[in-house]
Protein backbone atom coordinates (compact mmCIF):
# COMPACT_ATOMS: atom_id res chain seq x y z
CA UNK A 1 0.00 0.00 0.00
CA UNK A 2 2.80 2.70 0.77
CA UNK A 3 4.40 2.11 -2.49
CA UNK A 4 1.29 2.83 -3.95
CA UNK A 5 1.17 5.69 -2.48
CA UNK A 6 4.42 6.76 -3.40
CA UNK A 7 3.51 6.70 -6.53
CA UNK A 8 0.50 8.88 -5.81
CA UNK A 9 3.40 11.23 -4.13
CA UNK A 10 5.69 11.10 -7.53
CA UNK A 11 2.38 11.79 -9.89
CA UNK A 12 1.31 15.08 -7.47
CA UNK A 13 4.95 16.56 -7.73
CA UNK A 14 4.78 16.25 -11.45
CA UNK A 15 1.92 17.41 -11.81
CA UNK A 16 2.90 20.28 -9.60
CA UNK A 17 5.64 20.88 -11.54
CA UNK A 18 3.35 21.02 -15.16
CA UNK A 19 0.98 23.62 -13.40
CA UNK A 20 3.03 25.86 -11.44
CA UNK A 21 6.70 25.96 -12.81
CA UNK A 22 7.16 28.79 -15.14
CA UNK A 23 10.18 27.48 -16.79
CA UNK A 24 9.56 26.16 -19.67
CA UNK A 25 12.57 23.01 -19.39
CA UNK A 26 10.97 22.41 -15.80
CA UNK A 27 7.68 21.95 -16.93
CA UNK A 28 8.79 18.88 -19.52
CA UNK A 29 10.73 17.71 -16.24
CA UNK A 30 7.22 17.37 -14.20
CA UNK A 31 5.85 15.01 -17.71
CA UNK A 32 8.32 12.99 -17.42
CA UNK A 33 8.01 12.60 -13.82
CA UNK A 34 3.89 12.23 -14.17
CA UNK A 35 5.27 9.29 -17.04
CA UNK A 36 7.41 7.36 -14.28
CA UNK A 37 4.69 7.72 -11.60
CA UNK A 38 2.02 5.89 -13.77
CA UNK A 39 4.82 3.25 -15.33
CA UNK A 40 6.17 2.65 -11.97
CA UNK A 41 1.93 2.37 -11.05
CA UNK A 42 1.94 0.26 -13.64
CA UNK A 43 4.12 -2.47 -12.75
CA UNK A 44 3.65 -2.36 -9.43
CA UNK A 45 0.18 -3.94 -10.14
CA UNK A 46 1.68 -6.78 -11.65
CA UNK A 47 4.25 -7.53 -9.10
CA UNK A 48 4.38 -9.56 -6.22
CA UNK A 49 6.41 -10.35 -3.15
CA UNK A 50 9.14 -13.12 -3.38
CA UNK A 51 7.63 -13.81 -7.14
CA UNK A 52 9.58 -15.11 -9.24
CA UNK A 53 10.11 -14.42 -13.62
CA UNK A 54 7.26 -16.32 -15.53
CA UNK A 55 9.69 -18.29 -17.17
CA UNK A 56 8.43 -21.98 -17.75
CA UNK A 57 11.07 -24.84 -17.56
CA UNK A 58 10.99 -28.36 -17.71
CA UNK A 59 10.24 -30.46 -14.61
CA UNK A 60 9.61 -26.94 -12.50
CA UNK A 61 6.46 -26.11 -11.36
CA UNK A 62 5.50 -22.14 -11.35
CA UNK A 63 3.95 -21.49 -8.29
CA UNK A 64 4.11 -17.42 -7.27
CA UNK A 65 4.89 -15.40 -11.01
CA UNK A 66 5.09 -12.14 -11.25
CA UNK A 67 2.23 -10.77 -13.90
CA UNK A 68 4.61 -10.21 -17.01
CA UNK A 69 1.98 -8.43 -19.11
CA UNK A 70 2.30 -5.08 -17.26
CA UNK A 71 5.86 -5.04 -17.75
CA UNK A 72 5.58 -5.57 -22.00
CA UNK A 73 2.79 -2.81 -21.36
CA UNK A 74 5.25 -0.45 -19.75
CA UNK A 75 7.75 -0.69 -22.16
CA UNK A 76 5.30 0.41 -24.84
CA UNK A 77 4.30 3.09 -22.50
CA UNK A 78 8.00 4.00 -22.08
CA UNK A 79 8.99 4.17 -25.91
CA UNK A 80 6.11 6.83 -26.17
CA UNK A 81 6.72 8.74 -23.35
CA UNK A 82 10.19 8.93 -24.92
CA UNK A 83 9.14 9.69 -28.02
CA UNK A 84 6.51 12.79 -26.64
CA UNK A 85 9.86 14.10 -24.58
CA UNK A 86 11.82 14.40 -27.63
CA UNK A 87 9.33 15.96 -29.30
CA UNK A 88 8.25 18.56 -26.88
CA UNK A 89 12.16 19.29 -26.28
CA UNK A 90 12.99 19.82 -29.60
CA UNK A 91 10.01 22.27 -29.88
CA UNK A 92 11.28 24.26 -26.65
CA UNK A 93 14.72 24.95 -28.23
CA UNK A 94 12.38 26.25 -31.31
CA UNK A 95 10.41 28.55 -28.82
CA UNK A 96 13.56 29.37 -27.15
CA UNK A 97 15.07 31.11 -30.89
CA UNK A 98 11.62 32.45 -31.52
CA UNK A 99 11.02 34.28 -28.19
CA UNK A 100 14.39 34.63 -26.90
CA UNK A 101 13.08 33.28 -23.13
CA UNK A 102 12.10 30.07 -21.56
CA UNK A 103 9.19 31.67 -19.65
CA UNK A 104 5.89 30.43 -19.91
CA UNK A 105 4.45 33.95 -18.97
CA UNK A 106 6.38 35.90 -21.35
CA UNK A 107 5.66 33.53 -23.98
CA UNK A 108 1.63 34.45 -25.01
CA UNK A 109 1.12 35.71 -28.16
CA UNK A 110 -1.90 33.98 -29.20
CA UNK A 111 -4.77 35.42 -27.22
CA UNK A 112 -8.77 35.49 -27.69
CA UNK B 1 -11.23 -14.07 -49.35
CA UNK B 2 -12.51 -13.95 -45.91
CA UNK B 3 -14.30 -10.40 -45.38
CA UNK B 4 -12.74 -9.88 -41.84
CA UNK B 5 -9.31 -9.91 -43.76
CA UNK B 6 -9.87 -6.00 -44.51
CA UNK B 7 -9.89 -4.81 -41.32
CA UNK B 8 -6.02 -4.71 -40.72
CA UNK B 9 -5.70 -3.19 -44.27
CA UNK B 10 -7.03 0.53 -42.39
CA UNK B 11 -3.79 0.16 -40.17
CA UNK B 12 -1.26 -1.38 -42.96
CA UNK B 13 -2.12 1.38 -45.68
CA UNK B 14 -1.48 4.62 -43.77
CA UNK B 15 1.37 2.60 -42.04
CA UNK B 16 3.10 1.99 -45.20
CA UNK B 17 2.19 4.55 -46.94
CA UNK B 18 3.88 6.44 -44.38
CA UNK B 19 6.90 5.25 -44.33
CA UNK B 20 7.61 4.54 -47.49
CA UNK B 21 6.99 8.17 -48.76
CA UNK B 22 9.51 9.23 -45.96
CA UNK B 23 12.07 6.53 -47.45
CA UNK B 24 11.51 7.42 -51.19
CA UNK B 25 10.47 11.13 -50.73
CA UNK B 26 14.18 12.55 -51.39
CA UNK B 27 14.69 10.87 -54.55
CA UNK B 28 11.15 11.12 -56.67
CA UNK B 29 9.60 13.91 -58.19
CA UNK B 30 6.77 16.19 -56.27
CA UNK B 31 3.87 14.58 -58.37
CA UNK B 32 4.76 10.99 -57.90
CA UNK B 33 4.71 11.91 -54.16
CA UNK B 34 1.31 13.49 -54.77
CA UNK B 35 -0.60 10.73 -56.40
CA UNK B 36 0.83 8.22 -54.10
CA UNK B 37 -0.73 9.78 -51.76
CA UNK B 38 -4.17 10.94 -52.78
CA UNK B 39 -3.89 6.78 -54.23
CA UNK B 40 -3.70 5.05 -50.76
CA UNK B 41 -6.45 8.18 -49.35
CA UNK B 42 -9.01 6.72 -52.45
CA UNK B 43 -7.99 3.24 -51.52
CA UNK B 44 -8.92 3.76 -47.79
CA UNK B 45 -12.10 5.42 -48.73
CA UNK B 46 -12.65 2.32 -50.92
CA UNK B 47 -12.56 -0.34 -48.41
CA UNK B 48 -14.31 2.01 -45.80
CA UNK B 49 -17.16 2.25 -48.18
CA UNK B 50 -16.02 -1.71 -49.34
CA UNK B 51 -16.85 -2.62 -45.12
CA UNK B 52 -20.29 -1.26 -45.10
CA UNK B 53 -21.47 -3.77 -47.50
CA UNK B 54 -19.24 -6.82 -46.16
CA UNK B 55 -21.16 -5.70 -42.08
CA UNK B 56 -24.58 -5.98 -44.14
CA UNK B 57 -23.30 -9.74 -45.73
CA UNK B 58 -22.36 -11.09 -42.24
CA UNK B 59 -24.39 -12.67 -39.99
CA UNK B 60 -23.67 -11.61 -36.89
CA UNK B 61 -22.95 -7.81 -37.77
CA UNK B 62 -19.61 -8.06 -35.75
CA UNK B 63 -16.70 -8.43 -37.60
CA UNK B 64 -13.68 -9.81 -35.82
CA UNK B 65 -9.60 -10.34 -37.10
CA UNK B 66 -7.94 -12.29 -34.58
CA UNK B 67 -4.15 -11.08 -35.23
CA UNK B 68 -1.79 -13.62 -35.96
CA UNK B 69 -4.58 -16.61 -35.34
CA UNK B 70 -4.54 -15.59 -31.34
CA UNK B 71 -8.37 -15.70 -30.09
CA UNK B 72 -9.53 -13.49 -27.73
CA UNK B 73 -9.12 -12.62 -25.07
CA UNK B 74 -5.21 -14.00 -24.57
CA UNK B 75 -4.64 -12.42 -28.38
CA UNK B 76 -5.36 -9.15 -29.86
CA UNK B 77 -8.43 -8.72 -31.91
CA UNK B 78 -9.51 -5.96 -34.26
CA UNK B 79 -13.26 -5.29 -34.30
CA UNK B 80 -15.42 -3.61 -37.07
CA UNK B 81 -18.98 -3.33 -36.34
CA UNK B 82 -21.65 -0.41 -37.02
CA UNK B 83 -20.00 2.46 -34.78
CA UNK B 84 -16.65 1.50 -36.44
CA UNK B 85 -18.06 1.49 -39.34
CA UNK B 86 -19.48 5.18 -39.22
CA UNK B 87 -16.10 6.20 -38.24
CA UNK B 88 -14.07 4.48 -40.97
CA UNK B 89 -16.13 6.27 -43.63
CA UNK B 90 -16.34 9.44 -41.91
CA UNK B 91 -12.31 9.82 -40.95
CA UNK B 92 -11.35 8.44 -44.63
CA UNK B 93 -13.66 10.57 -46.65
CA UNK B 94 -12.32 13.56 -45.10
CA UNK B 95 -8.53 12.48 -44.86
CA UNK B 96 -9.34 11.40 -48.79
CA UNK B 97 -10.50 15.29 -49.74
CA UNK B 98 -8.15 16.68 -47.37
CA UNK B 99 -5.29 15.14 -48.96
CA UNK B 100 -5.86 16.11 -52.68
CA UNK B 101 -6.54 19.34 -50.81
CA UNK B 102 -3.27 19.40 -49.89
CA UNK B 103 -1.39 18.31 -52.70
CA UNK B 104 -2.20 22.18 -53.95
CA UNK B 105 -1.79 23.46 -50.62
CA UNK B 106 1.34 22.74 -49.56
CA UNK B 107 2.85 24.86 -52.44
CA UNK B 108 3.08 27.33 -49.49
CA UNK B 109 5.16 25.13 -47.23
CA UNK B 110 9.19 24.12 -48.52
CA UNK B 111 8.60 19.80 -46.62
CA UNK B 112 6.08 17.81 -48.47
CA UNK B 113 7.61 14.62 -47.82
CA UNK B 114 7.62 15.05 -43.25
CA UNK B 115 4.01 16.73 -44.68
CA UNK B 116 2.73 13.36 -46.13
CA UNK B 117 4.87 11.57 -43.46
CA UNK B 118 2.96 13.00 -40.56
CA UNK B 119 -0.43 13.08 -42.02
CA UNK B 120 -0.60 9.53 -42.84
CA UNK B 121 0.53 8.31 -39.08
CA UNK B 122 -1.97 10.49 -37.92
CA UNK B 123 -4.41 8.53 -40.22
CA UNK B 124 -2.80 5.42 -39.06
CA UNK B 125 -3.33 6.25 -35.58
CA UNK B 126 -7.05 7.38 -35.99
CA UNK B 127 -8.18 4.32 -38.18
CA UNK B 128 -6.26 2.15 -35.32
CA UNK B 129 -8.20 3.58 -32.71
CA UNK B 130 -11.71 2.92 -34.73
CA UNK B 131 -10.66 -0.80 -35.22
CA UNK B 132 -9.20 -1.83 -32.14
CA UNK B 133 -10.91 -4.54 -29.85
CA UNK B 134 -7.92 -3.98 -27.04
CA UNK B 135 -7.95 -1.23 -24.47
CA UNK B 136 -3.83 -0.89 -24.34
CA UNK B 137 -3.74 -1.07 -28.62
CA UNK B 138 -6.51 1.99 -28.24
CA UNK B 139 -3.76 3.87 -26.09
CA UNK B 140 -1.06 2.82 -28.34
CA UNK B 141 -3.10 4.30 -31.39
CA UNK B 142 -4.48 7.24 -29.39
CA UNK B 143 -0.88 8.35 -28.48
CA UNK B 144 0.47 7.61 -32.29
CA UNK B 145 -2.22 10.27 -33.23
CA UNK B 146 -1.76 12.58 -30.60
CA UNK B 147 2.27 13.12 -31.48
CA UNK B 148 1.80 13.58 -35.44
CA UNK B 149 -1.00 15.53 -34.35
CA UNK B 150 1.61 17.93 -32.08
CA UNK B 151 4.25 17.55 -34.63
CA UNK B 152 1.77 19.06 -37.85
CA UNK B 153 0.41 21.88 -35.30
CA UNK B 154 4.02 23.01 -35.35
CA UNK B 155 4.92 22.26 -38.83
CA UNK B 156 5.14 26.11 -39.82
CA UNK B 157 7.44 26.66 -36.89
CA UNK B 158 6.83 30.17 -36.53
CA UNK B 159 6.11 31.69 -32.92
CA UNK B 160 2.53 31.04 -32.75
CA UNK B 161 2.75 27.71 -34.15
CA UNK B 162 4.92 26.68 -31.54
CA UNK B 163 3.59 28.42 -29.14
CA UNK B 164 0.37 26.45 -29.73
CA UNK B 165 1.83 23.15 -30.09
CA UNK B 166 3.69 23.25 -27.07
CA UNK B 167 0.56 24.21 -25.48
CA UNK B 168 -1.59 21.16 -26.98
CA UNK B 169 1.37 18.73 -26.56
CA UNK B 170 1.66 19.00 -22.68
CA UNK B 171 -2.02 18.90 -21.93
CA UNK B 172 -2.16 16.22 -24.43
CA UNK B 173 0.42 14.29 -22.61
CA UNK B 174 -1.13 14.85 -18.89
CA UNK B 175 -4.47 13.60 -20.65
CA UNK B 176 -3.15 11.17 -22.23
CA UNK B 177 -1.41 10.05 -18.46
CA UNK B 178 -4.72 9.90 -17.21
CA UNK B 179 -6.15 7.81 -19.78
CA UNK B 180 -2.90 5.06 -18.81
CA UNK B 181 -3.83 5.13 -15.24
CA UNK B 182 -6.97 4.44 -16.07
CA UNK B 183 -6.44 1.66 -17.88
CA UNK B 184 -3.82 0.52 -14.95
CA UNK B 185 -6.31 0.12 -12.83
CA UNK B 186 -9.15 -1.47 -15.00
CA UNK B 187 -6.05 -4.23 -16.02
CA UNK B 188 -5.41 -4.58 -11.75
CA UNK B 189 -9.36 -5.05 -11.60
CA UNK B 190 -10.13 -7.40 -14.30
CA UNK B 191 -6.64 -8.76 -15.47
CA UNK B 192 -7.60 -8.32 -19.43
CA UNK B 193 -7.31 -6.22 -21.65
CA UNK B 194 -9.48 -7.62 -24.45
CA UNK B 195 -12.64 -4.67 -24.30
CA UNK B 196 -15.34 -7.31 -24.47
CA UNK B 197 -13.89 -9.84 -21.75
CA UNK B 198 -13.35 -6.65 -19.70
CA UNK B 199 -17.26 -5.82 -20.07
CA UNK B 200 -18.00 -9.89 -19.67
CA UNK B 201 -15.41 -9.26 -16.53
CA UNK B 202 -17.04 -5.75 -14.88
CA UNK B 203 -20.58 -7.48 -15.26
CA UNK B 204 -19.77 -10.15 -13.40
CA UNK B 205 -17.66 -9.03 -10.44
CA UNK B 206 -19.08 -6.88 -8.00
CA UNK B 207 -17.24 -3.82 -7.73
CA UNK B 208 -18.23 -0.53 -5.66
CA UNK B 209 -15.73 2.29 -6.68
CA UNK B 210 -13.95 1.24 -9.27
CA UNK B 211 -16.22 1.91 -12.31
CA UNK B 212 -16.98 5.47 -11.02
CA UNK B 213 -13.74 6.41 -10.19
CA UNK B 214 -11.81 5.20 -13.52
CA UNK B 215 -15.12 6.97 -15.08
CA UNK B 216 -13.95 9.77 -14.15
CA UNK B 217 -10.47 9.40 -14.83
CA UNK B 218 -11.86 8.75 -18.40
CA UNK B 219 -13.97 11.72 -18.51
CA UNK B 220 -10.69 14.04 -17.53
CA UNK B 221 -8.64 12.52 -19.96
CA UNK B 222 -10.68 12.06 -23.09
CA UNK B 223 -12.74 15.24 -22.08
CA UNK B 224 -9.42 16.95 -23.08
CA UNK B 225 -8.94 15.07 -25.92
CA UNK B 226 -12.35 16.21 -26.81
CA UNK B 227 -11.82 19.67 -25.94
CA UNK B 228 -15.29 19.74 -23.63
CA UNK B 229 -15.30 23.20 -22.34
CA UNK B 230 -13.51 23.21 -18.96
CA UNK B 231 -10.56 21.44 -20.82
CA UNK B 232 -10.71 23.17 -24.00
CA UNK B 233 -8.22 26.11 -23.72
CA UNK B 234 -5.96 24.23 -25.85
CA UNK B 235 -7.96 24.10 -29.05
CA UNK B 236 -8.41 27.43 -30.09
CA UNK B 237 -4.98 28.02 -30.45
CA UNK B 238 -3.87 24.49 -31.72
CA UNK B 239 -6.50 24.24 -34.53
CA UNK B 240 -6.31 28.03 -35.42
CA UNK B 241 -2.37 27.56 -35.93
CA UNK B 242 -1.96 24.49 -38.00
CA UNK B 243 -1.82 24.50 -41.61
CA UNK B 244 -5.58 24.43 -42.85
CA UNK B 245 -5.64 20.81 -44.48
CA UNK B 246 -4.42 19.84 -41.05
CA UNK B 247 -6.48 22.19 -39.25
CA UNK B 248 -9.97 20.63 -41.10
CA UNK B 249 -8.39 16.94 -39.96
CA UNK B 250 -7.76 17.94 -36.47
CA UNK B 251 -11.76 19.61 -36.14
CA UNK B 252 -13.36 17.58 -38.14
CA UNK B 253 -11.93 14.16 -37.04
CA UNK B 254 -9.11 14.06 -34.87
CA UNK B 255 -11.16 15.53 -31.87
CA UNK B 256 -13.88 13.29 -32.41
CA UNK B 257 -12.12 10.01 -32.91
CA UNK B 258 -9.73 10.45 -30.21
CA UNK B 259 -12.33 12.44 -27.86
CA UNK B 260 -15.82 11.54 -28.34
CA UNK B 261 -15.19 7.75 -30.20
CA UNK B 262 -12.95 6.59 -27.44
CA UNK B 263 -15.03 7.75 -24.35
CA UNK B 264 -18.30 6.15 -25.71
CA UNK B 265 -16.43 2.77 -26.77
CA UNK B 266 -15.75 2.25 -23.07
CA UNK B 267 -18.36 3.88 -20.92
CA UNK B 268 -21.06 2.43 -23.40
CA UNK B 269 -19.41 -0.83 -24.42
CA UNK B 270 -17.48 -1.33 -21.01
CA UNK B 271 -18.59 -0.21 -18.18
CA UNK B 272 -22.47 -0.02 -19.43
CA UNK B 273 -23.85 3.46 -19.19
CA UNK B 274 -25.22 4.68 -15.51
CA UNK B 275 -27.31 7.77 -14.84
CA UNK B 276 -25.04 9.71 -13.49
CA UNK B 277 -22.37 9.39 -16.42
CA UNK B 278 -25.29 10.26 -18.68
CA UNK B 279 -26.15 14.00 -16.43
CA UNK B 280 -22.65 14.42 -16.18
CA UNK B 281 -21.88 14.10 -20.34
CA UNK B 282 -25.05 16.20 -21.12
CA UNK B 283 -24.19 19.04 -18.96
CA UNK B 284 -20.48 19.15 -20.27
CA UNK B 285 -22.00 18.76 -23.27
CA UNK B 286 -24.85 21.82 -22.92
CA UNK B 287 -21.78 23.77 -21.16
CA UNK B 288 -19.40 23.44 -24.51
CA UNK B 289 -22.06 24.08 -26.63
CA UNK B 290 -23.29 27.46 -24.91
CA UNK B 291 -19.94 28.95 -23.72
CA UNK B 292 -18.21 28.41 -26.70
CA UNK B 293 -20.20 30.07 -28.78
CA UNK B 294 -20.48 33.04 -27.09
CA UNK B 295 -16.43 33.28 -27.20
CA UNK B 296 -16.37 32.54 -30.70
CA UNK B 297 -18.71 35.68 -31.60
CA UNK B 298 -15.70 37.81 -30.56
CA UNK B 299 -13.51 36.33 -32.41
CA UNK B 300 -12.16 38.57 -35.61
CA UNK B 301 -9.80 35.71 -36.99
CA UNK B 302 -11.56 33.47 -39.04
CA UNK B 303 -10.14 30.37 -38.14
CA UNK B 304 -10.30 31.08 -34.42
CA UNK B 305 -13.46 31.64 -35.09
CA UNK B 306 -14.02 28.45 -36.44
CA UNK B 307 -12.37 26.77 -33.64
CA UNK B 308 -14.61 27.66 -31.19
CA UNK B 309 -17.39 26.86 -33.11
CA UNK B 310 -15.89 23.35 -33.20
CA UNK B 311 -16.11 23.44 -29.74
CA UNK B 312 -19.38 24.16 -29.27
CA UNK B 313 -20.97 21.33 -31.92
CA UNK B 314 -19.02 18.50 -30.55
CA UNK B 315 -21.05 19.73 -27.45
CA UNK B 316 -24.27 18.91 -29.35
CA UNK B 317 -23.03 15.65 -30.16
CA UNK B 318 -21.94 14.49 -26.92
CA UNK B 319 -25.43 16.25 -25.62
CA UNK B 320 -27.09 14.09 -27.81
CA UNK B 321 -24.92 11.02 -27.16
CA UNK B 322 -25.69 11.71 -23.23
CA UNK B 323 -29.23 11.35 -23.74
CA UNK B 324 -28.93 7.78 -24.13
CA UNK B 325 -31.97 7.29 -26.03
CA UNK B 326 -32.26 5.98 -29.55
CA UNK B 327 -33.38 9.42 -30.69
CA UNK B 328 -30.73 10.83 -28.92
CA UNK B 329 -28.06 8.69 -30.12
CA UNK B 330 -29.19 8.61 -33.66
CA UNK B 331 -28.94 12.32 -33.63
CA UNK B 332 -25.33 12.81 -32.14
CA UNK B 333 -23.79 10.18 -34.40
CA UNK B 334 -25.56 11.86 -37.28
CA UNK B 335 -24.43 15.31 -35.95
CA UNK B 336 -20.74 13.76 -35.35
CA UNK B 337 -20.78 12.85 -39.31
CA UNK B 338 -22.34 15.87 -40.10
CA UNK B 339 -20.16 18.25 -38.23
CA UNK B 340 -16.68 16.80 -39.56
CA UNK B 341 -17.97 17.35 -43.15
CA UNK B 342 -18.96 21.18 -42.75
CA UNK B 343 -16.02 21.99 -40.30
CA UNK B 344 -13.53 20.90 -42.63
CA UNK B 345 -15.10 22.33 -45.28
CA UNK B 346 -14.92 25.75 -43.29
CA UNK B 347 -11.06 25.37 -42.69
CA UNK B 348 -10.49 24.04 -46.03
CA UNK B 349 -12.42 27.47 -47.12
CA UNK B 350 -10.55 29.42 -44.76
CA UNK B 351 -7.20 28.02 -46.16
CA UNK B 352 -8.16 28.73 -49.87
CA UNK B 353 -8.91 32.94 -48.84
CA UNK B 354 -5.28 32.43 -46.77
CA UNK B 355 -3.38 31.12 -49.98
CA UNK B 356 -5.57 33.81 -52.51
CA UNK B 357 -5.26 36.42 -50.20
CA UNK B 358 -2.92 35.82 -47.42
CA UNK B 359 -4.67 37.05 -44.71
CA UNK B 360 -7.02 35.24 -41.67
CA UNK B 361 -8.70 38.79 -40.31
CA UNK B 362 -12.01 39.15 -41.18
CA UNK B 363 -11.27 42.76 -40.79
CA UNK B 364 -9.03 42.65 -43.88
CA UNK B 365 -10.81 40.99 -46.30
CA UNK B 366 -14.15 42.17 -48.28
CA UNK B 367 -16.12 41.40 -51.20
CA UNK B 368 -14.02 38.54 -52.16
CA UNK B 369 -17.50 36.81 -53.41
CA UNK B 370 -16.53 38.49 -57.30
CA UNK B 371 -13.18 36.87 -56.88
CA UNK B 372 -13.12 33.48 -55.73
CA UNK B 373 -17.24 32.34 -56.40
CA UNK B 374 -16.66 28.96 -55.72
CA UNK B 375 -14.71 29.54 -52.14
CA UNK B 376 -17.90 31.98 -51.76
CA UNK B 377 -20.26 29.33 -52.55
CA UNK B 378 -19.20 26.46 -50.89
CA UNK B 379 -18.33 28.41 -48.09
CA UNK B 380 -21.93 29.58 -47.60
CA UNK B 381 -23.13 26.05 -47.99
CA UNK B 382 -21.06 25.27 -45.18
CA UNK B 383 -22.29 27.91 -43.07
CA UNK B 384 -25.94 27.37 -43.78
CA UNK B 385 -25.13 23.61 -42.51
CA UNK B 386 -23.35 24.44 -39.52
CA UNK B 387 -25.98 26.91 -38.41
CA UNK B 388 -28.75 24.45 -39.04
CA UNK B 389 -30.71 25.74 -42.19
CA UNK B 390 -33.54 23.19 -44.14
CA UNK B 391 -32.33 21.94 -46.61
CA UNK B 392 -28.89 21.15 -45.41
CA UNK B 393 -27.39 18.03 -43.36
CA UNK B 394 -27.22 20.52 -40.19
CA UNK B 395 -31.03 21.11 -39.69
CA UNK B 396 -32.13 17.51 -39.61
CA UNK B 397 -29.27 15.91 -37.12
CA UNK B 398 -29.62 18.89 -34.64
CA UNK B 399 -33.76 18.75 -34.82
CA UNK B 400 -32.96 14.81 -34.33
CA UNK B 401 -31.17 16.11 -31.02
CA UNK B 402 -33.80 18.96 -29.85
CA UNK B 403 -36.52 16.01 -30.41
CA UNK B 404 -34.67 13.49 -28.41
CA UNK B 405 -34.19 16.32 -25.73
CA UNK B 406 -37.70 17.22 -25.75
CA UNK B 407 -38.83 13.33 -25.97
CA UNK B 408 -37.10 12.80 -22.33
CA UNK B 409 -38.61 15.87 -20.94
CA UNK B 410 -34.96 17.92 -20.98
CA UNK B 411 -36.45 21.47 -21.89
CA UNK B 412 -33.41 23.31 -20.81
CA UNK B 413 -31.11 21.26 -22.65
CA UNK B 414 -33.68 21.69 -25.82
CA UNK B 415 -33.51 25.53 -25.32
CA UNK B 416 -30.32 25.77 -24.85
CA UNK B 417 -29.17 23.57 -27.89
CA UNK B 418 -31.56 25.95 -30.05
CA UNK B 419 -29.88 28.85 -28.36
CA UNK B 420 -26.53 28.06 -29.40
CA UNK B 421 -27.67 27.29 -32.86
CA UNK B 422 -29.00 30.88 -33.22
CA UNK B 423 -25.79 32.64 -31.78
CA UNK B 424 -23.76 29.73 -34.42
CA UNK B 425 -26.03 31.36 -37.03
CA UNK B 426 -25.15 35.10 -35.85
CA UNK B 427 -21.17 34.44 -35.84
CA UNK B 428 -21.20 33.10 -39.65
CA UNK B 429 -23.71 35.71 -40.42
CA UNK B 430 -20.42 38.00 -39.51
CA UNK B 431 -18.16 35.56 -41.39
CA UNK B 432 -20.28 36.09 -44.61
CA UNK B 433 -20.46 39.62 -44.12
CA UNK B 434 -17.04 40.88 -43.80
CA UNK B 435 -15.10 37.93 -46.13
CA UNK B 436 -17.64 37.67 -49.00
CA UNK B 437 -20.40 40.50 -49.28
CA UNK B 438 -19.20 44.23 -49.37
CA UNK B 439 -17.53 46.20 -52.12
CA UNK B 440 -14.16 44.59 -53.52
CA UNK B 441 -10.80 46.38 -51.59
CA UNK B 442 -8.59 48.44 -54.15
CA UNK B 443 -5.57 45.68 -53.23
CA UNK B 444 -7.40 42.48 -54.03
CA UNK B 445 -8.12 43.47 -57.58
CA UNK B 446 -5.19 40.54 -58.50
CA UNK B 447 -7.01 37.94 -56.42
CA UNK B 448 -7.70 34.73 -57.99
CA UNK B 449 -9.47 31.96 -57.11
CA UNK B 450 -7.96 29.02 -55.35
CA UNK B 451 -6.23 25.93 -56.98
CA UNK B 452 -8.38 23.48 -59.24
CA UNK B 453 -7.43 20.62 -56.65
CA UNK B 454 -8.63 22.66 -54.01
CA UNK B 455 -12.03 23.67 -55.67
CA UNK B 456 -12.10 19.68 -56.08
CA UNK B 457 -12.13 19.06 -52.36
CA UNK B 458 -14.33 22.12 -50.94
CA UNK B 459 -16.94 21.43 -53.97
CA UNK B 460 -17.02 17.38 -52.93
CA UNK B 461 -17.46 18.40 -49.16
CA UNK B 462 -20.28 20.78 -50.16
CA UNK B 463 -22.52 18.34 -52.11
CA UNK B 464 -22.09 16.10 -49.10
CA UNK B 465 -23.86 19.02 -47.04
CA UNK B 466 -26.54 19.19 -49.65
CA UNK B 467 -27.16 15.82 -50.03
CA UNK B 468 -26.40 14.87 -46.20
CA UNK B 469 -29.44 14.99 -45.27
CA UNK B 470 -30.75 11.76 -47.46
CA UNK B 471 -29.14 10.11 -44.66
CA UNK B 472 -32.30 9.55 -42.71
CA UNK B 473 -34.02 8.05 -46.21
CA UNK B 474 -34.91 4.45 -44.92
CA UNK B 475 -32.65 2.98 -47.57
CA UNK B 476 -29.36 5.08 -46.22
CA UNK B 477 -30.50 4.69 -42.40
CA UNK B 478 -28.92 1.31 -41.59
CA UNK B 479 -25.85 3.39 -42.19
CA UNK B 480 -26.54 5.30 -38.74
CA UNK B 481 -28.76 3.22 -37.01
CA UNK B 482 -26.17 0.17 -37.17
CA UNK B 483 -23.81 2.51 -34.80
CA UNK B 484 -27.03 3.53 -32.83
CA UNK B 485 -27.40 -0.14 -32.29
CA UNK B 486 -23.65 -0.77 -30.71
CA UNK B 487 -23.99 1.98 -28.35
CA UNK B 488 -27.70 0.81 -27.43
CA UNK B 489 -26.29 -2.52 -27.09
CA UNK B 490 -24.35 -1.37 -24.16
CA UNK B 491 -22.42 -4.64 -22.85
CA UNK B 492 -24.47 -6.86 -25.37
CA UNK B 493 -20.90 -6.08 -27.18
CA UNK B 494 -19.13 -8.91 -25.31
CA UNK B 495 -21.48 -11.27 -26.62
CA UNK B 496 -21.55 -10.05 -30.19
CA UNK B 497 -17.88 -10.01 -30.56
CA UNK B 498 -17.20 -13.50 -28.94
CA UNK B 499 -19.66 -14.93 -30.96
CA UNK B 500 -18.03 -13.52 -33.68
CA UNK B 501 -14.90 -15.26 -32.95
CA UNK B 502 -16.20 -18.28 -32.31
CA UNK B 503 -17.82 -18.31 -35.70
Same mark, same amino acid.
Given at each position: MTLYLLCLILFCIGLYGVLRKRNIVKIIIGLGIIEYAMNLFFVLLGYRYHGRAPIYAQNQQILDMVDPLPQALVLTSIVIGLGVTALVISMAIRIYEKYGTFDITKIKRLKG | MLTQNIIPLFVIIPLFSAFFISFIGRFVKKTFINAFCCFSTAALLFFSAFSISALKASATSVLVYTIGGWKPPYGICLVLDGLSVLMLVTVNLVAFLVCVYSVSYMEKYTDRTKFFTLFFLMLCGMNGLVVTGDLFNLFVFLEIASISSYALVAFGTEAEELEASFKYAIMGSVASSFIFIGIAFLYGFTSTLNMADMARVISEKPQMWLVPFVSVLFLMGFGLKAALVPFHAWLPDAHSSAPASISAMLSGVLIKTLGIYAMIRIFFNIFGITQALQSALMFLGALSMLVAVILALSQWDLKRLLAYHSISQVGYVVLGLGLGTPLGILGGLFHLFNHSVFKSLLFLNSGAIDYAVGTRDLKEMSGLRKKMPVTAATNFIASMSIAGI /? /??NGFFSKLLIIFACIEKGYIGYALAAVAASILTLASFMKVQKFAFLGELK?????VKEAPLAMQFSMVCLALVCI? %? %?? !? !? !?PIFKPFLTSAADVLLAGRGYAGGVFKAVLR
Open positions: - | /P /PFEKYAEF %G %GL !L !L !L
